[in-house]
């Protein structure tokens, strides 16, 4: 079976990331999930919007958003 793909956006040098990063591993592992996590670097507002980035860090399953209520909004920018 394919790992399920996880996107992290981040802006630079965001603190949180990497403890977001390693709190969707060590779920995916508690679940028996194999993941494949890719990071992204959000630097411009056309990114942000064509990303749909809510905020450092943003997680993305398979594309959408792991927080089913962001999942309509669309005050995408650099937060």
Do not use: Y
Not at 14 to 32: H, Q, W, Y
Not at 52 to 76: H, M
């Amino acid at each position: 079976m394919q790992p399920i793909k996880v996107r992290v956006l981040q802006m630079a040098e965001c603190p949180a990331t990497p403890r977001t990063i390693r709190l969707v591993e060590d779920i995916a592992r508690a679940m028996g999930i194999s993941i494949a996590v890719d990071q992204a670097l959000v630097e411009t507002p056309e990114q942000a919007h064509a990303l749909a980035f809510l905020g450092s860090p943003t997680v993305q399953v398979e594309g959408q958003d792991i927080e089913p209520e962001a999942r309509a909004r669309l005050d995408f920018g650099l937060t």
